[in-house]
């Protein structure tokens, strides 16, 4: 009996986690909140900058907790989105049991092709969660400014990032004699060893490097034009992190690729095939 009434109650929070109201009143709630957002990020985006390079959790129990006049929207963004993921979830997955109760009424390719739009719902939570996963888990070092010649080991590895040279592309033209001579494209050369295996590689503002499960960014380098300026040493400033969630993102975007893909191939073949049978 006990079982019975645990299962009722779970089928009970189950239809309302997955009900289009609960969508309608979250959906509202995120743009309410955004716009909180909006007002609070207004010159103080200092505060939310250092996510990018201490992680969710160091940020939170540090500009996270001491401003909350200023973060308690985020806070309320993220158990949004989280309410909105469940909520998208129960609703696809109970659209797919009910395509499934039907599959009689369709030909094996036309119920493949129908479960187009839950791939891509699906898509979308695994990229949700992807987020997530990078700021919970992902490992951010300290900014690393290595000078050419120098080095530096990657942490519970023996591989080492080795810089070699800097080659940047300077801006030649004659149109904007503003900017005759500074760097266009910063371009680090580094030299990538694992053991006995050496892998060259350039690192530069738009590609980073992929090195050991760690990718490896340009955040700032000097000098910023051919003469050297003010600061003639040459230096590049590297942020390194190690995140999970960069799977997600991946699994994430080919599976709505596919279910996109499926979608079109359903709307052009069978909706088209059944309009001209009419």
């Not at 909140?33 to 609070?40: A, N």
């Not at 596919?258 to 079109?264: I, K, N, S």
Request: net charge positive; with cysteine.
């Amino acid at each position: 009996m006990a079982v019975l009434i645990m299962m009722r109650r779970l089928f009970i929070i189950w239809n309302k986690l997955g009900s289009i109201h609960l969508t309608v009143i979250l959906c509202l709630l995120l743009a309410v909140d955004l716009t909180c957002g909006y007002v609070c990020l207004n010159r103080r985006t200092t505060l939310f900058a250092p996510l990018n390079d201490i992680g969710l959790a160091a940020w939170i129990d540090t500009y996270g907790r001491y401003n909350l006049a200023y973060t308690a929207w985020f806070f309320i963004l993220l158990g949004l989105l989280t309410l909105l993921c469940v909520n998208t979830f129960v609703c696809t997955t109970d659209h797919v049991a009910a395509l499934m109760r039907t599959r009689a009424l369709f030909s094996f390719h036309r119920l493949f092709f129908k479960f187009a739009p839950h791939v891509m719902h699906y898509a979308l939570i695994v990229i949700l969660s992807g987020y997530l996963s990078s700021y919970l888990f992902a490992q951010v070092l300290d900014t690393r400014t290595l000078v050419p010649g120098a080095s530096m080991t990657l942490p519970d590895t023996k591989a080492r990032i080795n810089f070699e040279d800097f080659d940047p592309v300077y801006y030649r033209s004659d149109r904007l004699p503003a900017f005759r001579d500074r760097v266009l494209r910063p371009r680090a050369r580094l030299l990538l060893t694992d053991g006995d295996r050496r892998r060259a590689a350039v690192l530069t503002a738009n590609r980073p490097v992929n090195f050991k499960g760690y990718g490896i960014f340009l955040k700032d380098f000097a000098p910023k034009e051919k003469e050297g300026g003010m600061d003639r040493r040459i230096r590049i400033d590297m942020s390194i992190r190690k995140d999970p969630g960069v799977r997600f993102y991946m699994a994430g975007m080919l599976l709505f690729t596919a279910g996109l893909v499926m979608y079109l191939v359903e709307w052009f073949f069978f909706r088209k095939v059944k309009k001209e049978a009419l």
